[in-house]
């Protein structure tokens, strides 16, 4: 199974400690889709990054590219129009437990 | 620490620097509290009926009383379903083993169209205060989408850990296996 990760780049800087009611809700919502392709297999890693620029990983496992980006454009912020995404190939080439 | 199930194998992961004496202790505690976290994500029909009736009275103000809550195999893509003219409620199996506050959720739903059968505004508000609502709404949509994906997980459950479960200190980098499976 081939590897992806996408970006998902938040709308503005310290979005972490600024969020509003709606955003939340929406990341709340992000973060449980998140939890549901894991708890199928099917994500590897996700988490943000942290300090002033918030930039969601995410990287995951699809057969080709047009599945891979069906599973960004699913993720709910980005169905909703709350951030960007950017999805790229990627190659887990080393991980903690299996190498 | 973690404790999981590998197909009919428990694996127990623990410090290495765990004594003999520390290890007996803690891979008894933590196969105590995997069979507990399983209880808790598979409840048989009795302790879904329980449930339901706590989270009706906490989120709807006990209004939605079902007749009966219970686990069947017929919901096809549903995760769950109710008839509001006999009071049941029926939650498919394909919810077995999804964390708890997933389960809830799936409940509270079926509850809620007890009192609204639509999924118009006052449907939703009634999932208002229930804190995981819009969680458990993308738990199952990322779950379902992967699943139509083709990615065909793993022992739903085995390595999820719940958001309820207090996380212990320490590496896991010495890991014991046992065939107790509880």
């Known amino acids: ?99 | 620490m973690t404790a999981y199930r590998d197909g009919d194998r428990t694996v127990v992961a623990i410090p290495a620097r765990f004594s003999a004496a520390q290890e007996r202790e803690w891979v008894a505690r933590m196969l105590e509290r995997l069979a507990r976290q399983e209880r808790r994500r598979r409840p048989s029909d009795d302790q879904l009926m329980l449930r339901a009736a706590g989270l009706s009275e906490r989120y709807l103000g006990g209004l939605a009383r079902p007749t009966t809550v219970s686990w069947a195999t017929n919901q096809g893509r549903r995760w769950g379903s109710c008839t509001p003219s006999d009071g049941s409620i029926r939650i498919s199996t394909r919810v077995q083993g999804m964390p708890r506050w997933v389960i809830d959720y799936v409940l509270l739903h079926e509850l809620a169209h007890l009192l609204h059968s639509g999924h118009g505004t006052p449907f939703w508000a009634l999932l208002d205060s229930y804190p995981h609502t819009e969680k458990a709404r993308g738990f199952l949509e990322g779950y379902a989408f992967s699943r139509e994906l083709g990615h065909a997980g793993h022992e739903l459950g085995a390595d999820l850990p719940d958001d309820e479960r207090d996380d212990e200190p320490g590496d896991d980098s010495r890991v014991v296996t046992s065939t107790d499976v509880g």
């Open chain 1, 1 to 99: 199974m081939a590897e992806w990760v996408y970006l998902l780049h938040a709308p503005r800087e310290d979005f972490a400690e600024t969020m509003t009611e709606a955003e939340s809700a929406i990341w709340a919502r992000h973060f449980g889709w998140l939890r549901g392709l894991l708890a199928d297999g099917s994500l590897v890693l996700a988490g943000p990054t942290l300090g002033r620029t918030n930039t969601g990983i995410v990287v995951f496992e699809a057969a080709d590219q047009d599945a891979a980006r069906s599973v960004m454009t699913r993720d709910p912020v980005l169905r909703a129009g709350f951030a960007t995404g950017e999805l790229r190939p990627f190659r887990i080439s080393l991980l903690r437990g299996r190498d």
